[in-house]
Nanobody, 128 residues
């Protein structure tokens, strides 16, 4: 059984930085993990993902150059460093674990259906 708990969300102003954390329990250290977000009235969308050893990372276009995903397997933690925040980054942010049988591609890594464990989310609100 895998449990994920996100933290680090809050209120920020445009241009600020936040670091989200995801504490994982269970067998996640060999699995890809990702961050998604969902704004009110919108579908959940991919933000970033990282391979089990941190050697490969994937980002949505909206996150490239501003967000950095990382992980510390010794601490069972995944992080999302968000810089230069914009009002359009306002959303609930979720971490998730990729299904182990997923063939990883640039497309599959961003699909919600390919993730089988999800946290409860942490709210990020960015004001202009």
């Amino acid at each position: 059984q895998v449990q994920l708990v996100e933290s680090g969300g809050g209120l920020a102003q445009a241009g600020d930085s936040l670091r989200l954390s995801c504490a994982a329990s269970g067998r996640t250290f060999l699995r890809y993990m990702g961050w998604f977000r969902q704004a009110p009235g919108k579908e959940r969308e991919f933000v970033a993902a990282i391979s089990w050893n941190g050697g490969r990372t994937y980002y949505a276009e909206s996150a490239k150059g501003r967000f950095t995903i990382s992980r510390d397997n010794a601490k069972s933690m995944v992080y999302l460093q968000m810089n230069s925040l914009k009002p359009e980054d306002t959303a609930v942010y979720y971490c998730a674990v990729l299904r182990p049988d997923t063939a990883v591609t640039g497309s599959s890594i961003s699909e919600v259906a390919n993730y089988d464990y999800w946290g409860q989310g942490t709210q990020v609100t960015v004001s202009s």
